[in-house]
């Protein structure tokens, strides 16, 4: 039924007589630190400057028949520096909706220029509070990028100073540190893992829960970020999500790598403004698996099904409510009798696993505009993981006798209340301070049988405890040219009674022509995962929580950047940095363990008898030589030169599980322009390298008594793979229709068949140690209408 449908629309779409098709182009703009409306801005088509327009004292606009095609939209007002917004996508099949602010001028303008520096507004981040390791990203960077496959996590390893883990999964290494040292939030909301597959014990997954068709304009960040953001050691994705149409019915139906979906938006009622957005996804590798094509899991089928919404309206002249939500479920049985060796990254021929995740996120956002120069937002969220699993050792002489092997349900809820204050004293001065409570209820049991015989109990806890953050950040703008952004973060655990004060600063100058230098330093800290908390330590007098008492993993950061604008639409970044960590948990008796090497396998690899005593270094320099988008064309270059390491309780240094020491991505694409109703085709590469990984070997001894992997802990981290290596092809072509867009896309995943480490398993069979490799040559074929 899902392939009759796409071949009707196909059909119909077709069938549609071609003529000279235009869009409307509308938004809001508004004040970018008081938030408050702005009446009387111009907005302009670049192309074509008597399409003109004035703003509304709600601080809305619209634009009505927009040429169809990439188009630049100029933005001025007086006593507001002028905005240059390039690239913007008009298509026939859906309206473009824009959210604008903008910065006022230290300088008292009567009059304003027409118009606009075009790279005014190429890399314009949302938060004003940020100087350096910051860059804003958007939904068609997702889709256009080759290899990302419309994952904001994916689309990240493009950037310098970011590595993806390995081929199968989306977590990501910032500048060195674990995939879990960073934060995930959503409309100003912490949110947990967002994946598909998404442990407890990290922050990344299989498949993104997050829906590229919902995302707006959002903020990655790579260190030394404002006070505004804690619990977190290495970057920040802060997350919006767009409105839907307030003004008409808009329609959405894909299928891709990430299922097939389908996705409604427009308004509500007769209330003026109030829209509503949804987008459900269901899993398609079932498909892609009776396609021939292997994904890395052999006979296994993933499955998972998923939910995105928003819902928007306004609340009277100067509020805002807004409903917003991420529901997901996904599960797989990997089974020894369908194990291939030749196509399986996960799995193996002498055991069952049954994994089973659910995660729900929803929130709850009020802003009210006070006045003129302040506004405060209000949140409330609720989310729940769900997380089980089971392995079963299955006997080789007859495969349907199996023996429990490994249990564990993991269940956390949790419950958390915002509240930001934004105000502005004036055009030099604005502050933002704010309070965040999470609250968190946890249910944890992990239970291992060893031969089938021994049980180990790893975590048995139930209970809860409170994360309190505050933080209060002012900028001064000097004048035009110079800005300073300092601020305090504190957080209180009470699981352990501990807290945090943070001070963090950072300054900008852009008055050197092209030339723009920054600084940052930030002490950062981090709560180590649930799990290690409730590590069980069996005593004769029954089970004891050593861990119960550990504080936070705390870093200072230090960043120098420089961005030469060498042309209009090309700048050259680099970015030189130092962090410093320390109370890290290591173990009380001299070992080469601890935390920072957490993060990099889905198993919970578990310690008791912590201490924060251990320390770690991370420094390195992160190059970037990008141009935009512009004439068709596009390239993003980036190179990163960095050294990761960490002493343990032994007091040895040593490389961490992420010092790869260096990595190179080369991504470009062209787009051409085909027929005379704008459709494009388009082309997008992307080679990435990047330096082995450390393993430690393997202690064989150990392995055969344990029947699991054991490592030489003397020698942590000592060997090297080699180097990782990936080419992906993307070919594209959008046709549009009088009221409708196709988008259809063949992504060639590792076109070179590189066949790269992905981990170590001991064969308990065997006893032996085996190499599991990625995921070789994978096509993934995508289709999508608007209308």
């Not at 709560?527 to 504080?551: C, H, K, P």
């Amino acid at each position: 039924m899902k392939i009759v449908f796409f071949l009707f629309i196909t059909f119909y779409l077709v069938q549609t007589k071609a003529q000279q098709v235009t869009q409307i182009v509308k938004g809001n703009v508004s004040d970018e630190a008081s938030k408050q409306s702005l009446q009387g801005v111009t907005i302009r088509l670049a192309s074509n400057l008597s399409k003109t327009t004035l703003s509304d004292s709600s601080g809305n606009f619209k634009l009505t028949d927009i040429p169809l095609g990439r188009q630049r939209f100029i933005i001025t007002a007086v006593g507001y520096e002028p905005l240059s917004l390039n690239n913007i996508i008009v298509t026939a099949g859906k309206e473009v909706d824009l959210t604008i602010s903008l910065r006022e001028s230290l300088m008292n303008l009567d009059v304003v220029e027409i118009t606009a520096n075009e790279n005014s507004g190429g890399r314009k981040v949302n938060n004003d509070m940020l100087s350096v390791s910051a860059r804003t990203f958007n939904m068609d960077e997702t889709k256009r990028y080759a290899g990302s496959l419309g994952d904001p996590a994916r689309m990240a390893t493009n950037f310098a100073g970011v590595v993806s883990t390995n081929d199968t999964r989306n977590d990501i290494i910032i500048r060195g540190n674990s995939p879990n040292a960073m934060l995930w939030q959503l409309e100003g909301l912490n949110i947990p893992n967002p994946n598909h597959f998404g442990s407890l014990n990290s922050m990344g997954g299989s498949v993104s829960m997050l829906n590229s068709n919902l995302i707006d304009q959002s903020d990655f960040m790579t260190g030394a970020f404002p006070a505004q953001y804690g619990n977190a050691l290495s970057g920040v994705f802060d997350l919006k999500l767009r409105n839907g149409n307030s003004e008409k019915h808009e329609f959405v139906t894909q299928m891709g790598f990430n299922g097939f979906e389908g996705g409604a938006e427009g308004p509500i009622g007769n209330s003026k403004g109030a829209s509503y957005l949804i987008n459900a996804r269901y899993s398609t590798l079932s498909l892609f698996q009776n396609l021939g094509i292997e994904f890395g899991t052999g006979g296994a089928t993933p499955e998972y099904m998923d939910l995105n919404y928003k819902i928007n309206c306004r609340i009277g002249k100067h509020g805002n409510l807004s409903l917003f939500g991420i529901w997901g479920r996904s599960s797989m049985d990997i089974l020894a009798s369908e194990y291939d060796p030749e196509g399986q990254s996960y799995g193996n021929e002498y055991s069952n696993r049954y994994p089973r995740y659910q995660t729900s996120i929803s929130g709850l956002s009020y802003k009210y505009q006070l006045n003129k120069k302040t506004a405060i937002n209000f949140i409330l969220g609720y989310s729940r993981t769900n997380e089980q699993f089971d392995r079963d050792s299955v006997n080789q002489e007859n495969i349907n006798q199996t023996i429990p092997d490994w249990h564990w349900r993991f269940k956390i809820n949790k419950f958390s209340g915002v509240l930001h204050l934004h105000h502005k004293f004036n055009a030099k001065h604005s502050l933002v301070a704010g309070i965040t409570e999470d609250f968190t209820n946890y249910t944890l049991f992990n239970r291992r049988m060893r031969h089938g015989i021994s049980e180990m109990i790893l975590n048995n806890r139930n209970g809860d405890f409170g994360l309190m953050q505050a933080f209060t950040q002012w900028k001064f703008r000097m004048t035009d040219h110079f800005s300073m952004v300092s601020g305090l973060h504190y957080q209180y655990l009470s699981l352990s009674q501990t807290n945090s004060l943070e001070p963090r600063i950072g300054v900008k100058y852009e008055g050197l022509g092209s030339h723009v230098f920054g600084f940052a330093y930030g002490l950062h800290s981090q709560m180590d995962n649930i799990l290690t908390y409730a590590t069980v330590t069996t005593t004769a007098a029954g089970n004891r929580y050593t861990n119960e008492s550990l504080g936070f993993i705390r870093s200072h950061q230090f960043i120098l950047s420089h961005n030469w604008n060498i042309r209009s639409n090309t700048h050259l970044k680099t970015e030189l940095y130092f962090q410093r960590l320390f109370d890290v948990p290591v173990t009380k008796a001299p070992s080469s363990f601890s935390t920072l090497n957490l993060g990099a396998e889905t198993i919970p690899v578990l310690r008791d008898n912590l201490i924060n005593e251990g320390v770690g270094r991370n420094y390195g320099l992160d190059i970037t030589l990008e141009r935009l988008f512009n004439k068709g064309f596009y390239y993003l270059l980036t190179g990163s030169f960095f050294s990761s390491r960490y002493q343990g309780s032994d007091g040895i240094w040593r490389n961490t599980a992420f010092n790869m020491k260096n990595v190179f991505n080369l991504l470009g694409g062209k787009e051409w322009k085909v027929g005379k109703q704008e459709n494009i085709f388009g082309l997008s590469v992307k080679v990435s390298r990047v330096g082995g990984r450390y393993l430690s070997p393997v202690d064989i001894a150990s392995s055969v008594i344990d029947g699991e992997i054991q490592y030489e802990e003397t020698r942590a981290y000592s060997l090297q793979q080699p180097a990782y290596f990936r080419a992906d092809v993307k070919v594209s072509y959008r046709k549009e229709f009088t009221r409708a867009t196709m988008e259809l896309a063949l992504d060639l995943q590792n076109v070179t068949d590189n066949k790269n480490i992905f981990r170590q398993e001991w064969n308990a069979q065997q006893l032996n140690v085996i190499n599991v490799y990625q995921q070789g040559f994978f096509p993934v074929p995508f289709v999508r209408f608007t209308f």
